[in-house]
């Protein structure tokens, strides 16, 4: 008998701490109070673990109101602001010329094109080594080291108004060349397999 009305004492308890959080909440009690009288009827033994429960369910509604106003309220980025590039050095746009180079060159596979600062194009290519299925396993380990780096020339800086071959480099420094880029200082940016 004494077991039962102490239930009946916790269970008073918990529906009058749940009207008194629904307030506070700004909830209305009829919403609240059917879940909360379910979670009183199991915890009415522990009333630490019930009160845990409530702290985390209220932590909860908390986190889910704060939401749901956000995506409310309608969120107007900053209009973005125009960048002035106008200190930028712009490369060399690129143009047709007819019959340009004046003499024929064999390239490998031609990886790059860039042009330098004085507006000579910068080819950097394979020489006679390709890429072909064989070249890398599985786990993407190239295969033809053994081979070494390439003999050939690979970077080729060729005249602007002629297409003749004004400075080579690179031969024995490369496996798989893959990327170029000269920046407006003149540093060459090159790329390796």
């Not at 239930?7 to 909440?25: D, E, F, T, Y």
């Not at 909360?36 to 109101?65: C, H, I, V, W």
């Not at 490369?174 to 880029?181: E, K």
């Amino acid at each position: 008998m004494m077991a039962a009305a102490q239930k009946q004492v916790s269970m008073a308890a918990v529906i009058l701490m749940v009207v008194l959080v629904a307030m506070v909440s700004g909830r209305e009690v009829p919403q609240a109070l059917p879940q909360y009288e379910a979670m009183g009827s199991r915890f009415a033994d522990n009333p630490l673990r019930l009160m845990n429960q409530y702290y985390e369910l209220m932590k909860a509604r908390r986190l889910e109101d704060a939401i749901n106003e956000l995506e409310q309220e309608e969120y107007q980025p900053e209009p973005l602001k125009p960048v002035d590039t106008s200190h930028l050095d712009s490369p060399p746009k690129p143009r047709a010329v007819d019959n340009w180079p004046h003499e024929s060159h064999e390239f490998g596979q031609v990886t790059a094109v860039s042009i330098n600062r004085d507006g000579n194009p910068v080819i950097f290519h394979r020489g006679h080594r390709t890429w072909t299925a064989e070249s890398f396993n599985a786990t993407n380990h190239y295969q033809l080291i053994a081979d070494g780096p390439i003999e050939d020339s690979t970077i080729l800086t060729l005249s602007a108004a002629t297409g003749a071959v004004i400075d080579e480099s690179g031969g024995g420094i490369f496996y798989m060349p893959h990327g170029m880029t000269i920046d407006r200082n003149g540093n060459m940016w090159l790329t390796d397999v």
